[in-house]
């Protein structure tokens, strides 16, 4: 009896799909109506006149941006261009590194083996021009786009020198630029070996492997992987670099999308470190591809995680290329970690175009994250879920006292020239025979002083010598960078960074994983 009344029930149902179809099938050709009438319309009786290939561009964009997806983009050729060259770590250029410095363009950073580097550029230099064209009133993504090309071709570039009294000129042929995913790596006290990763391009991975295989030799007994500021890049790169620490066969990451199965992916080597003890550090601006490593080496007991919370950029963004050399950038998934917590963070944007929190909260307290939803890691320690990764020992960035501040109110506003004055002066030093582990005096803060007065910077005698530790910071650590590199300024650093010290603190006493992860139950 069962069954023809289900046939029945079938047969009654039919109709009603039919139609839902048809209902769908109109709704459709109403739209491209629409749409299609819209366009002829502005096409035809704007007040401006818009070409047809720019009205299609701007509907393609206006479609794009009603997603109200911040991370969804369409890209021109020319920004699809600069997308690769951020995220895939080469372009053919000269290999510098340029900011703008109160109007004019200078030269922040010389990277090693290139024709910058073989000209003899230094760091402070100031390009005046290219080619024929003078710079001045250029903006940095002006002077960039002019200084690329294609790998072989030349370009000319003028450059002032600070004492300097004449420019010179510089023909340069373009070459692959190399950009470093790990600018240095350091081997601190106690043996414990110290990894700042910037960025996950093409090349990541073997550098991190190099690096870290050189400290094992040297006889490291812990890591320390910074992960702050390091705002992701290529997916392949992070499961690779979490599967140097995991077994073959462990679970990394997870994508749920829409209407599909959910994809995991999982550790396809034997790991090149299994056993070393690792913290991990992360900050508000540690994202993407730096979560799924945090994430999976937290969820499967494999490090401490130690900071603050990371930015929560826990989406799936796939790269559609399209005709006329555009593409499109579009969020198709949700990234899980091992233990089931989606790293994705709410966020809209706001009237100004920032991203802001959907649930806004600090998640810098015990209490605010004992609030979040509770997982548990392979050892069945609680970690915390609602987007971005907790760490399992929260250090606040240093806060500067009251008197840093006063000095800080005093000079922050017109950073740009405090800072050419300190790269003036570091600058000047390059031949005076500092030593790398030298000690700011009287007299160092007595002529950066001097020269913050020639740029109009003043600030009062009792509010100067009051917030002298935030002056002695900002002069050691150009000084440092400047004349001896950014390995040698990091590692007078150490001191100052407290969450660096946490890490080391922790790795001194917990000499094993296990060790170290019970550490986190006595903070």
Request: hydrophobic share 40%.
């Amino acid at each position: 009896m069962s069954r023809p009344r289900l046939l029945a029930l079938a047969a009654i149902a039919l109709p009603l799909a039919v139609g839902a179809f048809v209902v769908q099938e109109r709704a459709t050709q109403n739209g491209a109506r629409l749409f299609d009438q819209v366009l002829a319309i502005v096409g035809d009786r704007f007040v401006d006149s818009i070409g047809t290939g720019a009205l299609y561009e701007k509907a393609a964009r206006g479609l794009v941006e009603e997603l109200r997806d911040p991370y969804s983009e369409l890209y021109t050729p020319k920004e699809l261009e600069a997308f690769n060259t951020t995220t895939g770590g080469f372009y053919g250029g000269i290999g510098m590194l340029i900011e703008d410095q109160n109007g004019s363009i200078m030269i922040s950073k010389v990277y090693p083996n290139t024709p910058a580097e073989e000209a003899g550029i230094r760091e402070g230099d100031r390009i005046i021009g290219v080619d024929t064209a003078s710079t001045a009133g250029w903006k940095v993504a002006q002077v960039s786009d002019r200084l690329k090309g294609p790998p072989g071709t030349t370009v000319k570039a003028r450059f002032g020198r600070p004492g300097v009294n004449a420019p010179f000129e510089v023909e340069f042929t373009r070459r692959i630029i190399r950009i470093p995913a790990i600018p240095f790596a350091l081997m601190l006290e106690d043996k414990v070996a110290y990894i700042p990763l910037q960025q996950f391009n093409e090349t990541t991975t073997g550098e991190f492997a190099a690096q870290l295989q050189r400290l094992q030799r040297e006889g490291a007994k812990g890591l320390v992987i910074d992960l702050r500021r390091n705002t992701g890049g290529f997916l392949d790169q992070a499961l690779n670099l979490a599967n140097f620490f995991l077994p073959r066969g462990t679970e990394l990451a997870t994508v749920r999308g829409r209407g599909s199965d959910p994809e995991q992916y999982v550790a396809e080597e034997a790991p090149i470190a299994p056993t070393i003890p690792i913290v991990v550090l992360t900050d508000g601006y540690t994202a993407s591809a730096s979560e799924i490593v945090a994430g999976a080496l937290q969820d499967h007991d494999r490090a401490l995680i130690v900071g603050t919370t990371s930015f929560g950029k826990g989406l799936v963004q796939s790269v559609y290329r399209l005709d006329g050399g555009y593409a499109i950038k579009l969020t198709t998934g949700k990234w899980f970690t091992p233990s089931g917590r989606s790293i994705q963070k709410e966020r809209v944007l706001d009237a100004a175009g920032n991203l802001v929190e959907v649930e806004p909260d600090s998640l810098e307290t015990d209490a605010a994250r004992r609030a979040r939803p509770q997982f548990r890691s392979d050892g069945g320690r609680i970690v915390y879920g609602g987007g971005a990764i907790t760490p399992d020992i929260i250090v606040p960035y240093d806060t500067l006292t009251t008197a840093e501040q006063q000095v800080a109110k005093a000079l922050v506003p017109k950073s740009q020239e405090v800072y050419l004055a300190l790269d003036e002066y570091a600058f000047s030093l390059r031949s005076a025979g500092l030593a790398a582990n030298f000690q700011v005096t009287d007299a160092m803060r007595g002529e950066f002083r001097t020269r913050l007065g020639a740029r109009s910077i003043t600030v009062d005698d009792a509010t100067w010598s009051a917030g002298r530790a935030y002056v002695d910071r900002l002069v050691s650590d150009r000084i440092a960078r400047r004349v001896f590199g950014d390995s040698v300024a990091k590692r007078r650093d150490v001191r100052e960074d407290v969450q660096l010290q946490r890490a080391l603190e922790l790795l001194r006493k917990g000499r094993t994983t296990a060790e170290l992860l019970a550490l986190a139950n006595t903070r």
